[in-house]
């Protein structure tokens, strides 16, 4: 009689984006003559870089000859790309890392979702809120998180809460934590912290043998100088944090699938006799055991990112979502409301007006603009009265947008117009 | 204080391949002048059909334009390749499946690595003996193994053995097991069941609640009628069967990496107060929690393989297999060895000649006859004695190995002359 992970039954069911989609559904069956803008797309829009498309063909083809073929390829990645993504990624900076502490994947959120797997059940993990889900659900999967009260909040996660109060700096938990998950630029408030305030968390982490899963995918988004572009910039931080990136909104890989997670051969966690393991060969091993490697195709593509072509290219992509985003901030703070990221991330935080909701402004902006962004309550209690906008979109679109902003302003906005 | 999952450590090494691995470099070293052939290997070495070559190109220029961009897919797979799955790989054969069964997936190794994931840690695994390490290694990684003995056996886990004695036809457990891992055609030994004696199978999981997890990635090779494409050709198998496809072996996928998982909404598993759970749902939520979807190319190339020239070019490729697993079997059968398999398999499976051991043929065949086999032993201990060969070399190397075999003789061998 085979016997089901009851962890699985405690998961909530993902509300968010199901209860966005219903109700821009009845408001277009109610208005069919209206064009909604969709600001709350997390997808990329424009096309791949030239140099990208070009390394894919040449791929292919070479699958198309005996003499050029390629099958299983290293689990662990092709050469070829590591040593690139050292070069430029890292030794540019001034990390050095190894071939071997770098492992090439089909994307972020695998490598997020797989990793729980390398720590045992009862290992207490903090997450900053609001958050993006995966973190939480792959925790509850196996049990890690406890259970879920009536707010939502699972009782033996440590939510870190980062608002506008606090600057978006999360605090350091005041009782033990083991596993800390930090992504910066943040997703969804788009919020960064400074090398000064990520070195606390590194230093934290040292003090009391906690491990940082640090998300860096938004990577690409960084415009200030203050603001690292990886953890491992901060001394100390490769003994105890693993760092997972994303090809996807660097150079449009979201429908191509390719990221990397570096796991430092330094950064161990403790048996229950008080010994300490090493991550990277466990690493290796669950990579090697249930992953077969990313495409070869997808590999070459992501290595053309790195020319000095494709480099070109991808500046001119983040070119344009960061000029989007500026357009954006600017529409919005023009209309007289308080808005947090965009300056380094694609995505953009927008406090709502006095006293309403997330969903309520959700609905405002829906109703009166015909703009579509995603509720913040959605990411998490903390989330609660803010909004979720992306740069991922059309230029005309954010154009469109800030004009009918322009045109309605947000004086009629409120609780008591709802 | 981060604690590691303690499973990860009672993992044995991978020491099959690496020893294989050392043997051949100090033979290699020993005699620069010889030339091995390598008929171990379990990688295709043909090109990809020309139909799939050209559906990739096509997807990727599709990614160089905004208007035909595809960012994030669906996480369960496109519509299109579930489409040509459903007509062609079951409703030719009479089995009706509906699209929200499939979950297109980066590979078969994926997939059974990760459904584990589905199942509380007390589940009790039957595994066939030898068998196909990833079953073994992704059960004791989440614990559901128990502890390795001096001899390499697991105690949680129930071998039941298939060798020459038992035609490699498993007996039924003669106690409780939950979750049954069967792979036909089987990989390392060759062999198949029968439609009667999958049925024995499907009956046994009925009877006793128990889950069948059916390993098909080698089903492109069938040839003869009584073998079971699917397990689904079985009456009642949609109740008890999750089936996990793969286009490696088929279409020479394995660098590409496309395979799917048949997940019947009437599979279930039970809770522990007794309430009967569906899996679809649970396995639907783990992708979407931890994977993003299989790479556009990749799917569009798949999709490729069900057009009538991606069929034609298969069967072509196939054919070319199943010709030299035919060369093999005549050859070694003509030199007196026993052989399995190699009819409706790439893999053929020797009986070692009288007393020697798998590593002692493996030695003989290496020094003797300059060919590089695989030692069944390493497959698991009923693996003794075997030796496993894969027909995915080239043409001219099974035919030169045979030639090899025929001038040599197997007339030495034996454990006296070694």
């Known amino acids: 009689m085979a016997f089901v992970n009851e962890h699985f039954l405690q998961l909530q069911g993902s509300y968010l984006f199901s209860e966005v989609a219903r109700k821009v559904k009845a408001f277009e069956a109610a208005h069919p003559q209206v064009r909604l803008i969709r600001l709350g797309i997390g997808d990329v829009t424009r096309p791949l870089p030239q140099a990208c498309i070009e390394a894919m063909c040449r791929a292919v083809r070479e699958l198309a000859d005996a003499r050029t073929f390629h099958g299983y390829g290293p689990e662990q990645g092709y050469d070829f790309l590591i040593k690139a ?17 770098i492992f090439i994947s089909d994307g972020a959120k695998s490598d997020l979702g797989n990793l729980t797997e390398l720590f045992r059940q009862d290992n207490l993990v903090a997450i900053t809120d609001p958050v993006y889900p995966v973190y939480v659900d792959s925790n509850v999967m196996c049990g890690r998180a406890g259970v879920a009260g009536a707010d939502g909040l699972w009782s033996k996660v440590t939510y870190l809460p980062c608002t506008g109060e606090n600057g978006f700096v999360p ?13 910066y630029p943040n997703n969804p408030t788009g919020t960064t912290l400074t090398r000064e305030q990520l070195k606390k968390w590194v230093d934290y982490a040292l003090d009391n043998d906690a491990l940082i899963l640090f998300d860096a995918a938004y990577e690409a988004f960084i415009s200030e100088p203050d603001v690292p572009h990886s953890i491992y910039e901060i001394p100390g931080a490769e003994q105890v944090a693993i760092e997972v990136r994303s090809f996807s909104k660097t150079a449009g890989f979201t429908g191509v699938r390719c990221g990397y997670t570096v796991v430092p051969e330094k950064v161990t966690a403790r048996t229950e006799d008080g010994r300490r393991v090493a991550l990277n060969p466990l690493w290796n091993r669950r990579q090697c055991t249930k992953f077969n490697g990313t495409s070869y195709i997808t590999q070459r593509g992501a290595e053309a990112i790195y020319t000095p072509e494709g480099r070109r290219q991808v500046e001119e992509t983040i070119a344009y979502y960061k000029e989007n985003a500026r357009i954006m901030r600017e529409g919005f703070r023009e209309a007289g409301l308080t808005v947090y990221g965009g300056v380094n991330s694609p995505y953009l935080w927008l406090k709502a007006p006095e006293g309403m909701t997330s969903w309520e402004f959700f609905d405002h902006l829906l109703h009166e603009m015909n703009v579509v962004g995603t509720p913040g309550s959605g990411f998490g209690p903390s989330g609660e009265g803010y909004l979720r906008l992306t740069a991922f979109g059309q230029r005309e679109d954010c154009l469109e947008a800030m004009e009918r902003i322009r045109r309605k302003g947000f004086s009629s906005a409120g609780k008591s117009s709802l």
Chains 1, 2 share one sequence.
């Open 85 to 101: 993504i050292l070069k430029h990624d890292f030794e540019e900076r001034g990390i050095t890392l190894s071939p071997s502490e």
């Open 171 to 183: 605090e350091l938990p005041d009782h033990r934590v083991d596993l800390v998950y930090l992504c």
